[in-house]
């Protein structure tokens, strides 16, 4: 049983109005009410959960208007379905304003509201704050990347591998997103949270905007929550801190009493399980074992490296070194994991995926290509007994890209490629590794190994 504890004070006709109008849309809001969502969690492999998984049920927001037809598809809301939402909140609030002319107040749904809104609030910038604390949402620059000419890269891709250099400060920032959320959880220390969370992100949505990020919209939504919750306690704050002026407490409390306080004790508890200690769990391992940025399928052993192109010839005319020539490969990267980056004087169109994806396919990793144009990538299968690879453009824009190398290294550090290429052509590649040294590795010293220049 529940019991409201106030100073059941009248409201004005407009207050009435415009709760009316937030909390319906609000609702609609923060509460899964879109059958894409349960659709998702249906398709959720329970027995073998995985921190992508709570991810994204943590992260969906109502997308009546935009959501994808793709089954298993998770997205975020946009605009057009904040206005859906808004014209239903108002006519909403127009029939319910007709039918309701005796109620003075609405101080228990307030209360219930802002729960709702602190929970939903909470997960959303938990979830986030996880893959930050242990650096996953923007790693550590791929061999590929840290050949790559700075102009190749979108300002989206600069942000982020600006952040991945940096995973001391990127754990920082999850930290406090951490800390947040569970500020969030208490209604105590609500305000606080939602606070900090106005500051910290707005910081997100201003980025967003200014390095073309793709979750400038969903910051927005976080925002909008925060700023609901902190104007619950606004007006005291100043009148207190401003204006020096006795204040009084917030008098709106709901005591809950036998198995309904139970009730809500073993629900949180779940609740804080589930979405704190669970994923936290989940997303440790996978920064110890399966960095989900990167593809997880093992490359050639012992070949991983920068390799200069020193001879190059098609349909056996050898291509010298240029500088117009778009058609002769100038270096090749061979990552640790079963990538080939190729590099030319051709310019890509560049994938440009920036919004948080977590997958456990290989194929759907693609932020080592993702917002660059200079060079080339492609997934390979490795068969060692023919020394045949068999690659794959991973760009998009480019799936006709599909041919076969055979493969010998004749010497050590020099790997020699031949085959057709995906216009017919025939090609011969020497390789020779180059003991490139990187600033980024050179500059780590001692044992913080923090970055001295």
Request: glycine content about 8%; proline content about 3%.
């Amino acid at each position: 049983m529940s019991t409201l504890t106030t100073n059941q004070t009248k409201w004005k006709e407009y207050e009435k109005g415009a709760f009316r109008f937030f909390f319906i849309y609000f609702v609609l809001q923060a509460l899964p009410l879109d059958w894409k969502y349960f659709g998702n969690l249906f398709r959720i492999q329970w027995g073998s959960l995985s921190f992508g998984d709570i991810f994204y049920i943590s992260r969906y927001t109502p997308q009546f208007i935009s959501g994808s037809s793709t089954p298993g598809t998770w997205g975020i809301g946009t605009l057009a379905d904040w206005a859906l939402i808004a014209g239903i909140a108002l006519i909403g609030a127009i029939i319910w304003s007709i039918r309701d002319k005796k109620s003075e107040n609405y101080n228990k749904l307030y209360y219930w509201l802002r729960v709702i809104l602190r929970y939903r609030l909470a997960i959303g910038i938990i979830a986030y704050g996880f893959i930050k604390f242990f650096p996953l949402q923007s790693p550590l620059p791929s061999l590929s990347n840290l050949n790559t000419s700075y102009g190749d890269f979108n300002r989206w891709k600069l942000f982020s591998l600006s952040l991945g250099i940096v995973p001391g400060y990127e754990s920082f920032l999850g930290l406090v997103e951490i800390v947040v959320g569970m500020l969030l959880l208490f209604r105590k220390t609500t305000t606080f949270g939602a606070v900090i969370i106005l500051v910290f992100t707005g910081n997100v949505f201003i980025s967003n905007i200014a390095y073309d990020g793709g979750e400038a919209i969903y910051a927005l939504y976080l925002i909008n929550i925060a700023l609901f919750l902190t104007v619950y306690d606004a007006l005291r704050i100043y009148n207190l801190v401003a204006l020096r002026k006795p204040t009084a407490p917030n008098t709106v409390k709901i005591s809950l009493s036998g198995q309904w306080r139970t009730s809500r004790l073993v629900l949180k508890s779940l609740f804080i399980f589930f979405f704190v200690f669970l994923y936290g769990y989940k997303t440790y391992a996978a920064y110890h074992h399966d960095i989900y940025q990167y593809p997880k399928a093992k490359g050639l052993a012992g070949v991983a490296g920068l390799y200069n192109v020193s001879d190059f010839k098609v349909n056996n005319k050898q291509l010298p070194y240029s500088q117009t020539d778009t058609a002769r490969w100038n270096d090749v990267v061979f990552e640790k994991w079963a990538t080939i980056s190729i590099g030319s004087l051709k310019r890509y169109k560049a994938d440009t995926a920036t919004t948080e994806e977590i997958s456990s396919r290989d194929k759907d990793r693609r932020y080592e290509l993702d917002g660059t144009t200079g060079r080339a990538y492609y997934s390979y299968v490795a068969d060692t007994v023919n020394h045949v690879l068999l690659l794959k453009n991973r760009n998009s824009n480019y799936k006709a890209d599909q041919f076969t190398l055979h493969y010998t290294k004749p010497a050590n550090g020099t790997i020699i490629l031949t085959g057709v290429d995906h216009n017919r052509d025939s090609i011969y590649v020497q390789l020779d590794r180059i003991n490139k040294k990187y600033l980024l590795q050179e500059a780590a010293q001692g044992r913080s190994k923090a970055l001295k220049l």
